[in-house]
């Protein structure tokens, strides 16, 4: 009988072996101190292969913040459905975020504090990823704006008088979508460590601390300072 041949794994599969080993060890042990040693070791892999696969320990770090920015990103879009209400379409959008974040804890410390750390070329490629979920949720903000308009349009209209928009100024909508992603991040880190902290209940906090003040603002009643501090 003839011997019996090891099928050899797909280089795309092994590469995702070696991705998850250094995502967990540079999340764990962090940059500075985590070695290429560890790394192939986790992954059952010899240290060669990993610099044949992935160049260096900065090339490797750098393919592990690509991959989890992509796939924090690529969650938070497909968590929201077109066609419900602003408020539904930003729920939907903070639910699937912190779902992400707390399946993937090493990830995520990957991204928030190692890769803004150690350097501008891993702190630009997070800054990417931000400014793209930041644009996401402006567009939810500013999707809200509109449709607080509408009603108010035509209850002005019924009552004689001129129909006015709320006047939510772009750079308003702007500041708040930082606010909200900022926001986000931080409460994204602290319920990653802090026990009994559901996703869903760190979704709820920021809504119902993000969705009233947006609700009074789209009502056109803000808060303003006082003339003289």
């Known amino acids: 009988m003839g011997s ?8 795309a599969v092994r590469e995702q072996q070696m991705l998850d080993a250094a995502v967990k060890t540079f999340g764990r042990r962090g940059y500075t101190a985590a070695s290429m040693d560890e790394i192939a070791e986790l992954a059952g892999v010899s240290k060669p292969l990993v610099y044949l ?16 920015a992509a796939a924090l990103t690529a969650a938070v879009r497909s968590g929201v459905r077109a ?7 930003l729920w939907e959008g903070l639910r699937a975020f912190f779902a992400h ?21 891993f702190a630009a490629e997070v800054t990417a990823m931000r400014e793209e979920i930041v644009a996401f949720v ?24 001129d129909p006015h928009e709320p ?11 930082e606010a909200l992603v900022g926001a986000a991040e ?5 319920a990653n460590v802090t026990p009994g902290v559901s996703a869903r209940q760190a ?3 920021l809504m119902n601390f993000a969705w009233a003040g947006l609700g009074n603002l789209m009502e056109g009643r803000s808060w303003s300072p006082p003339d003289r501090d």
């Open 203 to 205: 979704a709820a906090t």
């Open 167 to 177: 006047d939510l100024p772009e750079r308003d909508v702007a500041g708040l979508a």
């Open 4 to 11: 019996v041949k090891t099928r050899r794994m797909p280089r």
């Open 186 to 190: 931080s409460l994204a880190a602290w």
């Open 138 to 161: 402006t567009e939810l903000i500013a999707l809200a704006a509109r449709e607080a308009a509408l009603p108010e349009a035509v209850g002005c209209a019924r009552a004689g008088r």
């Open 101 to 121: 974040t707390a399946r993937n804890p090493d990830g995520w410390t990957v991204l928030h504090l190692q890769a803004r750390t150690h350097g501008e070329p």
């Open 53 to 68: 696969y992935l160049n260096s320990k900065e090339d490797l770090f750098t393919a592990c913040i690509r991959r989890e």
């Open 83 to 89: 066609g419900l209400r602003a408020d539904r379409q």
